[in-house]
């Protein structure tokens, strides 16, 4: 079961991910991850990435592929994988095409989590996150015992640049610009799933699991 996660910044796929991966045993994998852990591990694909992150540069979209399709070649990804955050762009998905083509692989499913922007922007408005452990909070989902003060460690609870509004806003039009541009390029190729990312966060994986599962 190989499954690219798809949507906009604060949709959930992140969650729905974790969640698939726990459910189906197979590896949740983010490039920022793979980044990490090559330039940690000093591999020559790290060492390569590290020139451009270094620079304050986006790392290429082959080099990026390469570095992905090194991951999903790993002994925990025999019985699939769960790609969060790649590809971001048709190039890159273009990319990865050839290069699972060249493995005699392909993706089986790209499920694409459906939110409106405006319950994007209430939705990240309404986070609260730690300023001392990190916990996180939702004021309307799940708000803290008391206001403003962190149920864990009694830290203060502030909205992070992130999740403001106007910061929120300016992430939408970059995924409307670049990434959602996927949802067509996938459907093309037979492989989109759409799941109302709307409803409360168990119905929507009830959802998937029944796509998956089908």
């Not at 790649?86 to 993706?107: H, K, S, V, W, Y």
């Amino acid at each position: 079961m190989k499954i690219i996660m798809l949507g906009a910044p604060g949709a959930g796929k992140g969650t729905q991910a974790i969640m698939i991966a726990e459910r189906y045993g197979i590896p949740h994998i983010s490039t920022g991850d793979i980044f990490r852990a090559n330039i940690k591990a000093e591999t020559e694909l790290g060492k390569k990435a590290k020139v451009y992150m270094d620079q304050g540069l986006l790392v290429p979209d082959e080099l990026t592929t390469d570095l992905v399709v090194s991951r999903i070649q790993q002994s925990d990804c025999e019985k699939g994988f769960i790609l969060d955050g790649f590809p971001r762009t048709i190039p890159q998905a273009e990319c990865l095409t050839r290069a699972m083509a060249g493995l005699n692989d392909r993706i089986d499913y790209a499920l694409n989590i459906d939110v409106k922007d405006e319950s994007i922007v209430n939705r990240m408005s309404g986070r609260r996150a730690c300023l001392n452990c990190g916990a996180t909070y939702h004021v309307a989902n799940m708000p803290p015992k008391q206001a403003g003060i962190c149920d864990h460690c009694g830290g203060s609870l502030v909205i992070r640049d992130d999740d403001r509004p106007e910061t929120v806003a300016k992430r939408l039009s970059v995924y409307h610009a670049q990434t959602q541009p996927l949802i067509g390029y996938y459907e093309e190729m037979g492989i989109l799933m759409n799941i109302d990312g709307s409803k409360p966060l168990n119905e929507v994986f009830e959802a998937v699991t029944k796509l998956l599962e089908a």
